[in-house]
């Protein structure tokens, strides 16, 4: 292939709509921006005569995308007409992965895009490694179903709203279900482990009661949460994933709120907390001290022997022997979200 050489190209010789060798970053790059602004375009953009007098952008979408309303031509490396196009996406995917880090929507438009180049096995050997994902044979096909995603997601994983492995879960869901579980992680922005805890409860509810993931999240009572101006961002997941754990376990929460107001009743001092097994599974309990001295853990010590032997604290335990459905088989008799 013929060396690329520097030449000055009229600006109105470009093809702008040719965006063949684009890989859009679905982010404002504004690091860029004040650079050019500051002292112009430092790095030639690269462009391919692809028939003689018109011009295709190879690299330098940016820069030129600037440069337009300021020049009427610039310098570039100019790749001549009989450059195998096929030979210059591969030259324009390399400089991507190899230039600078890369947001997960860019990966997923450079995997895809470099599929059509090279085998399955350098994807995997070479590709996949330089650009940090996953590269079983099922996550590759998930990437490249990822790069076909409306702009208004792949703005979401550019924004590192949504986790690496969320987006792979959600990679096989209908359009309209990962829509609305988009918007959920949009609103509440929350950690890569909290997003999957929420999806794949959702999922579990969704094929328990044979509805979509969609109308799931728009049952009214999670709407009013999330439209809740009073409420930030924490406040907000802490209420979305309380919903979605009743929702998915119902028996385990009503016998929870249960245990809880019988504890309440039991009239404890605010420096006793007594907690039952987690979910209810196993027989190990925590009683909780707060104290300040060694005579405030003494008295704390004396009133919790006081409540062991009343016949409300046996009451509790002996409610709580009695067992619930495992998190696995609970289910609710009527879905609480049927509203939806």
């Known amino acids: 292939m013929a060396p690329p ?24 790059d504004e690091a860029l921006l004040k650079s050019l602004e500051a002292v112009g375009i430092l790095h030639p953009p690269v462009m391919w005569e692809k028939k003689a007098g018109l011009f295709a952008v190879v690299d330098g979408f940016k820069r030129l995308s600037w440069l337009r309303s300021r020049s009427s031509s610039v310098q570039a490396l100019l790749f001549p007409e009989e450059t195998d196009p096929r030979a210059l996406l591969r030259i324009r995917l390399e400089t991507k992965i190899f230039s600078r880090q890369l947001n997960l929507a860019e990966k997923a ?36 179903s990822i790069a076909a995603w409306p702009a208004r997601h792949l703005s979401l994983l550019a924004r590192d709203l949504i986790a690496e492995k969320t987006a792979l879960a959600l990679a096989p869901l209908p359009e309209k279900d990962r829509e ?35 109308a799931l999240l728009g049952a009214s009572e999670m ?28 028996t385990i929460h009503t016998k929870m709120a249960k245990l809880e107001g019988a504890v309440e009743a039991l009239k404890m001092p605010s420096a006793l907390s007594l907690l039952p097994p987690p979910f209810l599974e196993g027989n190990v309990w925590e009683l909780r001290v707060r104290f300040r001295t060694p005579s405030e853990l003494a008295a704390s010590l004396t009133k919790a022997e006081q409540i062991c032997t009343a016949t409300q604290f046996q009451a509790i335990f002996d409610e709580c022997a009695k067992g619930v459905p495992s998190k696995t088989t609970a289910t609710a008799s009527v879905p609480p979200h049927a509203a939806a």
């Open 5 to 28: 050489l520097l030449k000055e190209v009229s600006l109105a010789a470009v093809d702008w709509d040719d965006e063949g060798f684009a890989i859009p970053a679905y982010v404002p």
């Open 109 to 144: 438009h450079i995997l895809a895009r470099y599929t059509a180049l090279t085998s399955e096995e350098d994807l995997r050997r070479r590709i996949c490694p330089a650009l940090r994902i996953a590269s079983p044979t099922e996550s590759l096909s998930l990437w490249q």
């Open 180 to 214: 609305a579980f988009l918007n959920l992680l949009g609103a509440l922005r929350c950690s890569a482990s909290l997003q999957m805890e929420l999806l794949e409860r959702c999922l579990d509810i969704a094929r328990r009661d044979g509805i979509t993931v969609r």
């Open 223 to 250: 709407q009013t949460i999330l439209r809740d101006e009073n409420l930030n961002r924490r406040e907000k997941t802490a209420a979305v994933r309380d919903i979605v754990y009743r929702w998915r376990f119902p």
